[in-house]
């Protein structure tokens, strides 16, 4: 109870006085470094475990943002262990969106974080796309400790390679490849597959068959697609839903779960 009083005593001071000494900066690591291997090869459809090597300074809430080649490859998952610096088995996916044709952005956090010194801080369940590039990157971009940036951490590129050609893309039959993460809360990325341009719809129904919203038309491409859903809560109870692609060829479909 002490230290507390202390603290505020502490606080209340350089309010009244103006102390820029007291204002909350940016945690500093000299020795964080997030290692990615340095290539990566993944045909088109192949899943793969990447372990993020390095130290960790600092334990306690820890947040990381990733950034990959959205037409190589995709994120589709993440975990701590017993044994890694994040200790939670499922990390809290806060961020998952393509923000461009060549960036995309992952960001998850862990509240029940360890200091390491070089070992896995975590790993990442990744999969190689049909898009039209073979080559891609996949990078940590920033990483935040206890609702700070860390300031002064070691961070390494890790190489893509996507094999196959674009011919493997073009073969793929029209459907939907899934919906990621799922089930999902507040958000998820619809992903479905081509064979030839089209202008498609996507249809959230209720296992009943209930339209609950219509997305589009989009002009899709041949190849892989991406939708990014938030949806209005509101709309959607808990429970089973079917994504629903209307295409000029036909309509195909997805089971997907809402979670609150």
Known sequence: ??????????????????????????????????????????????????????TLEQGGDIKITLRYSPTVMRI?????????AFRCSQLSVLRDSVESAGSAVYIVGCPFSVSIKNGTLLTLYIEGVGGADTLGFLRVEK????????????????????????????????????????????????VYTLDAPDVVRLLVRNVQGRLVKELGPFNATAGENYFDYEPDLSQLANGAYLLQLATTHGSYYHPMTVMK
């Open 1 to 54: 109870m002490q230290i507390i009083k202390f603290r505020l005593a502490v606080l209340y001071l350089c309010v009244i006085l103006g102390l820029e000494v007291c204002a909350v900066a940016p945690t500093r690591a000299a020795d964080t470094a997030f290692i990615l291997p340095d290539t990566t090869t993944l045909q088109v459809g192949e899943r793969k475990w990447v372990a993020v090597r390095g």
């Open 76 to 84: 589709i998952g993440s975990q701590g262990s017993d044994t890694s």
């Open 143 to 190: 990483i935040e400790a206890n609702e700070g940036e860390v300031v002064g951490a070691v961070f390494t590129d890790g190489v893509v390679v996507r094999t196959g050609g674009i011919s493997t893309r073009q073969v793929q039959a029209n459907g939907i490849t899934g919906n990621y993460p799922n089930p999902f809360s507040t958000h998820t990325r619809f």
